[in-house]
């Protein structure tokens, strides 16, 4: 069947830096856009940002540009999101998530099918 798990996440000072995880199986990873997403407390969960199948695409959302990068190693079957220059703001639970072949969207959660469990990631001094 299809997982994700998400790891890496932890606490963090304003500045300091993570690198999540998501480790896929029960599917060929590389068949498939993944997208992480994160929902912070009392708030609706956000795209973040979205690695297509192959990895020569990317989608941001605006107010993590230019600090949050994805990535992925389908031969290691994961995909990362290296988090820099944290902000108390980003602090929330991660998810990554997968939907169809089709599934090309930070926006579109509905298009999302399977969702890890998600890791929190705690951005305070």
């Known amino acids: 069947q299809v997982q994700l798990v998400e790891s890496g996440g932890g606490l963090v000072q304003p500045g300091g830096s993570l690198r999540l995880s998501c480790t896929a199986s029960?599917?060929?990873?590389?068949?498939?856009?993944i997208g992480w997403f994160r929902q912070a407390p009392g708030k609706e969960r956000e795209g973040v940002s979205c690695?297509?199948?192959?990895?020569?695409?990317?989608i941001y959302a605006d107010s993590v540009k230019g600090r949050f990068t994805i990535s992925r190693d389908n031969a290691k079957k994961t995909v990362y999101l290296q988090i820099d220059s944290l902000k108390p703001e980003d602090t929330a639970v991660y998810y990554c998530?997968?939907?169809?072949?089709?599934?090309?969207?930070?926006?579109?959660?509905?298009?999302?099918?399977?969702w890890g469990r998600g890791t929190q990631v705690t951005v305070s001094s």
């Open positions: 029960g599917f060929t990873l590389g068949l498939y856009a």
């Open positions: 690695i297509s199948g192959g990895g020569g695409n990317t």
């Open positions: 998530a997968r939907g169809s072949r089709a599934t090309w969207s930070i926006t579109d959660t509905a298009a999302y099918t399977y």
